[in-house]
């Protein structure tokens, strides 16, 4: 059902105690076409850092244009890992079948931007920049 499609965003904006270089891995526990609701990424997105969203229940990046999107035909027992910068979205799913996948994220709890703010984001909330050089 489309009502329980997570929008376009980035996973930054639902992780609130993870280190900026924490990835995703997405795992689906079915064979998952397009047909089935495949991830939709949009590819090489990650690199533009973070992006404005709105302040919804799912943070939502609003008027993004679904034709950079692209669809995987994920097999079962393979796993996509993506960097929480990587703007995507739940497929659609237009079958009669539910569309199961584990999503997990992985941290780097050595990460010094990580541990300079005291392994939360929830301080900094409003600006999710930070230097890593520090």
Not at 21 to 43: A, F, H, K, R, Y
Request: proline share 4%.
């Amino acid at each position: 059902d489309d009502q329980f499609r997570f929008p376009v965003h980035q996973d930054i904006w639902y992780n609130n105690y993870g280190s900026l270089n924490c990835i995703t891995l997405w795992i689906p526990l079915q064979d998952t076409p397009p047909e089935l609701g495949s991830l939709m990424v949009v590819q090489k997105s990650h690199l533009q850092g973070v992006l404005e969203h709105d302040d919804s229940i799912h943070p939502n990046i609003p008027n993004f244009n679904n034709k950079l999107f692209s669809s995987f035909d994920i097999k079962l027992g393979e796993i996509l890992s993506f960097s929480q910068f990587l703007v995507h979205a739940s497929g659609y799913n237009r079958t009669s079948k539910i569309r199961l996948v584990l999503s997990l994220r992985i941290y780097d709890l050595a990460s010094r931007e990580f541990l300079k703010r005291e392994y939360s984001m929830e301080k900094n909330r409003h600006k999710l920049f930070f230097s890593f050089d520090e």
